[in-house]
């Protein structure tokens, strides 16, 4: 892995820093990336789906999961783990990652995780052949392709610090601040940096400073590398054995901040909890000296730094070995944006021709094309483009549930209220809102109790048991005249299609040993056409790949009931249409058909 980072890096953001994804946004908007670079966001306490956030002056939605799995599982491109959660947090969410697998690079902003537990992990890491950033950092970055966070501060100073396109530097820091300093430095001195990591501040982090160098020696974008390090610790002698070695041949400035230590009479910690030395070795002087000897470009002092990094940039500039780069065109990111008030995810009314989940309505609308009403509620409803034998039970059921005679609740209303003289709109609604737990919602309950059966392995026996407990009569079973010697065509229709078109049919096998049993108790205890169309709208949408937990949810929703609403809403408008063309007048309810049984009012 020559290069940690390219434009079409994206990465899991575990939890929901709004600010810190912003700020990758904004970077991501102004070097014109392709794809945002956070896919997805962990936050588990979270009851959202998404997440707004601006990409220049729109909106864009990120998707929020409750777990590491989950987001993994929907975004299996991200192979970026951005860790921020908090020190007491952080340490399980890494190795939850390590163990999941798939995540080339893990960033961990958290500092403090006990030393212990911290070997444990960067060990494991290793052995993972992951590279973790951290803990205790900023994060790292390439620039002109994908930056983690806060690295690099806000968008001007990125640009100032020529942040937004690659330049030839290879630039490893611990310190996050003098990370910012340093890229700084390096635009003012030279063309800017072509990788930057800062690899945090506490003892044992997972990737040294010798894992990166040995990086950027084989990422060919890398022309010279800088590494800042600081009192404390020996990860210094490691590179200075790779360029005793030849392991790394390209020229190299360092410099080890703390050599004011040796004015203090004792021991003295600088910041990061690595940043003290414990030993004469671990002083920045000491370090400082060693490099220098195997012809690391070292400063006589942090102030010098500027003039070696300008002198070895125009030598290897003058050998032809860093060419003059050209500035990039950038997108500028408003200062003012309006959060939008709607989301809109199923049409787009804005170009030339409105869209149907991305399909121009004049591709799915007239005869030639093959499409009909059950292709446009698979793109409206759910975003997919569904099977022919998919589409036509869709305007099976619609067909189906269309009318059921005058004398059904909902009908019944809409025919009075035309007969009031209200309009179609009106009568209409008053129809519709009969729909519910009596009156077409058997298609929701059929649905949820016999998945629920089907999905806990319940004999028919026990089903029925466990319907008692509810105190639920079992939705979908039963009708008030057809019975096993009087069928209902309408269940026998739709039998009939799924047996021969439906790739399989579990849950109304399931449902029909279920039927054995209830009517052997009552014939007419059958499924009826509201538990078959439940029932086989379940086993449509496994065979379309939806997991458990989609179908559940597109139950709960009342997806099923939407089904009868359209399908009802044909029969309605004929029945107000049929009450208009006869002009018939207003209705009043006989009065032999009410039961009167008024009382004088008690006197209080």
């Known amino acids: 892995m020559s290069k940690l980072f390219n434009r079409n890096t994206q990465a899991i953001f575990w939890n929901n820093n709004k ?45 929020l999961y409750k777990s590491t799995a989950e987001a993994k599982a929907a975004q299996p491109q991200a192979d970026v783990l951005l860790n921020f ?26 500092e403090g995780i006990p030393e212990r537990l911290a070997r444990g992990m960067n060990a494991f890491a290793r052995e ?21 966070a806060n690295i690099g501060g806000t968008i001007s100073n990125i640009i100032n610090s020529k942040l937004h396109r690659a330049g030839s530097c290879g630039l490893v820091t611990r310190s996050g601040g003098l990370f910012n300093e340093l890229s700084n430095i390096i635009a003012i001195n030279a063309d ?20 990166n160098l040995l990086r950027m020696e084989d990422n060919p974008d890398v022309k010279y590398m800088i590494l800042l390090g600081e009192v404390g610790g020996t990860e210094e002698y490691k590179v200075i054995e790779a360029v005793k070695s030849g392991r790394i041949k390209k020229p190299i400035i360092a410099w080890c901040i703390g050599t004011i230590a040796k004015y203090y009479d004792s021991g003295v910690q600088f910041g990061h909890a690595g940043a003290s030395a414990n030993a004469e070795t671990e002083t920045a002087e000491y370090k400082n000296k060693a490099m ?11 102030n010098d730094l500027p003039e070696v990094i300008n002198g070895v940039y125009k030598e290897l500039h003058a050998e032809g070995i860093i060419k003059n780069i050209a500035e990039p065109e950038l997108n500028v990111v408003p200062n003012v944006r309006r959060p939008k008030q ?51 039970f869709i305007e099976t059921v619609l067909k189906t549930v269309a009318d059921h005679g005058p004398a059904v609740s909902g009908a019944h209303n809409a025919k009075v209220t ?15 809102l009969t729909i519910g737990p009596r009156f077409g919602g058997a298609i929701d309950g059929a649905a949820k109790y016999f998945k629920y059966a089907d999905d806990h392995h319940l004999d028919p026996k026990a089903f029925l048991n466990y319907m008692k407990k509810e105190g639920v009569p079992i939705p979908g079973i039963g009708h008030r005249i057809k019975s096993l010697k009087n069928p209902d065509l309408r269940v026998e229709g739709l039998k009939k299609f799924a047996q021969e078109y439906f790739p399989a049919t579990p849950l109304l096998d399931y449902a029909l040993t279920v039927e054995q049993l209830t009517t052997s108790k009552k014939e007419n205890l059958i499924l009826n056409v509201d538990g078959t169309i439940g029932i086989l709208m379940v086993d449509m949408w496994r065979a379309l790949g939806y997991s458990e937990e989609e179908i559940n949810e597109f139950i709960e929703s009342g997806t099923l009931n939407a089904f009868f609403i359209v399908g009802r809403s044909i029969g309605f ?13 207003m209705y009043r309810h006989p009065m032999d058909d009410i039961l009167y049984d008024v009382q004088e009012a008690e006197k209080l």
């Not at 900023?138 to 620039?143: E, F, K, S």
């Not at 940096?193 to 010798?210: Q, T």
């Not at 009314?349 to 004049?362: K, L, M, N, Q």
């Not at 408008?573 to 007048?585: F, Y």
Request: aromatic share 10%.
């Open 19 to 63: 600010t810190a994804i912003q700020r990758m946004l904004d970077y991501d908007y102004t070097i014109k990336r392709e794809t945002p670079s956070v896919a997805a966001i962990v936050a588990p306490t979270s009851g959202n789906k998404f997440e707004k956030f601006f990409w220049g002056g729109d909106e864009i939605m990120i998707p």
């Open 292 to 302: 220098a000897e195997v012809g690391i470009h070292v400063p006589s002092s942090f």
């Open 128 to 148: 993972k052949q992951v590279t973790v950033i951290g803990p205790a950092t900023v994060g790292a970055i390439v620039p002109g392709a994908f930056k983690i």
């Open 192 to 211: 800017g940096i072509a990788e930057g990591v800062a690899i945090g501040g506490d003892r044992f982090v997972g990737s040294v400073f010798i894992d």
């Open 342 to 392: 709607f989301i809109c995810t199923i049409s787009d009314d804005r170009g030339d021709e409105a869209t149907y989940a991305g399909f121009p309505i004049s591709s799915v609308a007239t005869p030639d094309t093959g499409k009909g009403i059950g292709d446009v509620i698979s793109l409206l409803w759910f975003k997919k483009q569904y099977p022919e034998w998919a589409t036509q």
């Open 573 to 585: 408008i004929g029945h107000v249409l049929d009450e208009k063309r006869l002009a018939m007048p």
């Open 418 to 432: 035309a007969r009031a003289g209200k309009s179609v709109v009106e009568s209409l609604v008053t129809g519709l």
């Open 85 to 110: 959660a908090s020190f007491r947090t952080a340490y399980d969410v890494t190795m939850e990652a390590l163990n999941l697998g798939g995540f080339r690079s893990i960033m961990i902003t958290a």
